[in-house]
């Protein structure tokens, strides 16, 4: 476009959201500046302070603007479980939908040895540290259903194996509401495998 | 080759490696037999209501069709050849070791056949937790041999002689084993190991322990200064113990 630069280096900006296009961007630029500067200004503020405020909790890593998150903070919590999972998102969905009253463990991402990932990137030295305090009884993996997500879990569960401490894998398997023929084989199998006593 | 349209139909295939391309696709490395590594677009596989992206992990045997022009391509279509069993454990570092071995190794559209043959039967030894060194092993040779950098095995490199079985040799790197008794700079190694790595047997323990010592030494020498990241990553559960062991490799 090029008429104002202003509004180039804010269309520019958005673009780094995802899912966000050139022509989004300007939608979204442009409904900033003609309806809502206000929501633009609180939008920015929130920004700058998220951004230069927010760092990982000492515990587990979460995102938070604290030393320690509130889940790690809390009195309420079973100390003696930890849930070890990817990205500070699956703590969310995982507090949402289950009752779990322990505590997390975020990695903030998986072992990838083709992208240079090690345990040392995962921060897996603070996490033996808490197995070695001798406070935690089981470890549950509720790392992603991938190939890394599996490698993750297996590198955990061996530390934890080796200092006397339980580790569980959360199940693979047929979703709720799912028919078996549009199944992939591999989750299927999975899922024969795994099957329990009813 | 650029300017034509490139088209393959259910081409078996392995996932080498994935990531994240723009908002929703995923850029895969597959490896084929006739095509040997190529990348490919998995457009929306990274959505919501994908079904395929199960399929696009590592160590599955998969039949992909794509279409396209340049260095990419467009996978259009992808099933399971057979369920396969999916690798733990252990067996998952050795099956991340190949993985690099391939993408660091290999150019894309270099057909290697027999490297995939290798590789198929790696990751079912694998998978199945029986004979798994033997297959890697065998698995670096036939890579070794796609390259053009094919091991010496059955004779001396200096007197051209046949391999003995009792007799020990100082295996030079880019030159082949030479008759000695102490060797520096080189993997010694006895003619049995020798002969059975030429024959694709490995099944003596021994055997497998020296074949595994001339890969590292070998392999080393073609990867450079910038080691493995899987092979950092192998699990030492060796002694009961844990964590990566560096000097370790994938058994």
Redesign the interface.
Known sequence: MGYSPLIDRLVESLRCLPGVGPKSAQRMAFHLLERNREGALALSDNLRQAVEGIGNCRSCRTLTEHDQCSLCASDRRDRTVLCVVETPADVLVLEKATGFRGLYFVLMGHLSPLDGIGPKELGMDLLLDRLDQGEIVEVILATNATVEGEATAHYISQAARSRGIRSTRIAHGVPLGGELEYIDGGTLSHAFADRRET | MSGATNKANLQPAYV??S?PYR?TSLLLEVLTPEFGRVGLIARGARGPKS?IR??L????GLLVSWSGRGELYTLNNVE?VT???????DG??S???L??LL?RLTERHDPHPRTFSGYVRAIEALAVGAAGPRALRLFEKYLLEDLGYGLLLDHDAVTLEAIEEDQLYCYEIERGPVAAQTCVGGVMMRGHSLISLHNDELEDPDSLQEAKRLMRSVLGWYLGARP???R??V?A?VD?????SRDDEPR
């Not at chain 2, 369920?83 to 454990?89: D, M, V």
């Not at chain 2, 009961?240 to 990566?244: A, D, E, P, S």
Request: hydrophobic share 35%; charged share 25%; glycine share 12%.
């Open positions: 080498l490696h990531r908002d079904k199960a399929l992990q590592p160590f599955r399971e369920p396969t069993r999916s690798l733990h454990g998952l570092a099956g991340f070791y993985n690099e993408m493995l990241r899987s950092e990553m699990y559960v009961g113990g844990i964590g990566w």
